[in-house]
């Protein structure tokens, strides 16, 4: 499962068998790639950093490459190999202020963005906990309420948390596999990340749904026969719209908030970037893209209760109230027979939980991207991947990337 191709884009100009396109990025071999150079092959606007550099102490043991753990199918080999066999792009586990381990392969390196994908929605429930401290924003209200666009549409009978709990009960399904899916044909090539013949090329006046906003509010219907909240149902298009939220309520593009709210005060290593749509519009649900190191310090950031660099860019309550779990967040996720096989617990706030009460939980994208947090080892792992399955659900190569991070974090 090892993903060393070294062939791709060789040459000046690449030879043409080795040409990663629009079609192909997300594609092995390409998407090793393609995954660190997605601003090259989509559109993107830049989100810039701020304020003084981090401080990260580098104390690299060799003991974390020679450690051994057990993948998904209860083999023991060490923690380095486990991550090349099961296509990992770069690792890096931070403990305090310090790097433990930082490793990377396939081309990918230390100064070099690569694409979050879904991991962006943790994010974005992030700047929302801001956007509530702002202004008077009703959790049990509908997103109607505050964007009229959506009046009629699919996501006016639910409530902003259902639609921050993946539970808006739309009947918009999410499939990642079939090319004539609505995802495939609609929403993906709306988002400007996936490629359709011709799509790219479509003008605003040519097409109902141009850009993400558009599918909102003119495709999403309502599943008949489903009550918003009763079940776990994970859909990309819930991010979108708390990203159009955020824009509405602010004044300022969401890229522009991220950049102002959380990018410029984390005190990052890069400026950071995120995919926009045809209309140029940032995507929201998985467009963000960042060194490896700067997504580890957004996972310190939440480690820390929303602080960094002594000051409180995120409300500490708005962090914790993801882990705060009931009965109805585990009826709500258990309803859902698709992710019964897996580690996580619940989803809330746009968090996968696996364990609550030690506040060990995750950000998580297609292709293996993870943010790992455990406030009770006070540990964060970021992970960049680009194993060739899409889904979590079901992939050795996930699950063994995600038990290693167990295992290592058990060990401390």
Not at 138 to 163: C, H, M, W
Not at 354 to 380: C, F, M, P, T, W
Request: glycine content about 8%.
């Amino acid at each position: 499962m090892t993903n060393n191709h070294p062939d791709v884009m060789q040459g000046f100009p690449p030879q043409r068998e080795s040409q990663v396109t629009f079609a192909n990025y997300m594609q092995l071999p390409y998407s090793t790639w393609g995954f660190r150079n997605t601003e090259s092959v989509t559109h993107s606007s830049m989100v810039p950093r701020g304020g003084d550099l981090p401080k990260l102490k580098v104390a690299q043991s060799s003991t974390f490459a020679a450690r051994n753990v057990q993948d998904a199918n209860g083999e023991e080999m060490p923690l380095g190999q486990l991550l090349q066999k099961y296509c990992a792009d770069g690792f890096l586990i931070l403990q305090g202020d310090t790097i433990a381990y930082e490793a990377y392969w396939n081309g990918f390196s230390e100064q070099q963005r690569h694409i979050w994908f879904s991991m962006t929605k943790s994010l974005v429930s992030t700047a929302f906990g801001i956007l509530m401290e702002e202004h008077e924003i009703d959790l049990n209200a509908s997103p109607a309420a505050y964007i009229k666009e959506l009046k009629g549409s699919g996501f006016e009978r639910t409530s902003l948390q259902q639609v921050m709990n993946h539970a808006s009960a739309i009947a918009f399904k999410e499939n990642y596999v079939d090319p004539e899916s609505e995802f495939f044909l609609h929403y993906a090539p709306a988002m400007g990340l996936a490629y359709l013949p011709g799509a790219q090329d479509v003008q605003p006046a040519e097409a109902e749904i141009y850009g993400v906003h558009d599918f909102l509010a003119k495709f999403i219907r309502q599943e008949e026969g489903s009550e918003p909240g009763a079940v776990f149902e994970y859909n990309s298009a819930n991010a979108d719209l708390i990203g159009w939220i955020i824009a509405r309520l602010s004044g300022i593009p969401l890229h522009d908030f991220i950049a102002d709210r959380i990018w410029s005060r984390l005190g990052t290593y890069h400026d950071a970037a995120i995919v926009v749509d045809r209309a140029y519009m940032p995507v929201a649900t998985g467009g963000m893209l960042s060194t490896l190191r700067d997504a580890a310090l957004f996972g310190r950031l939440i480690l820390n209760r929303g602080k960094a660099n002594n000051q409180q860019i995120v409300p500490a309550h708005w962090v914790d109230e993801t882990l705060m779990v009931d009965k109805t967040d585990q009826s709500r996720y258990s309803n859902n027979d698709l992710n019964q096989d897996e580690a996580w617990k619940y989803y809330k706030n746009m968090w996968w939980i696996l364990d609550a009460d030690k506040g060990e939980y995750a950000a998580v994208g297609v292709h293996g991207q993870v943010i790992y947090i455990n406030r009770s080892q006070e540990l964060v792992i970021a992970q960049f991947s680009s194993q060739p399955n899409a889904s979590q659900v079901g992939s050795v190569e996930f699950r063994s990337k995600l038990g290693a991070m167990r295992q290592i974090a058990n060990q401390e």
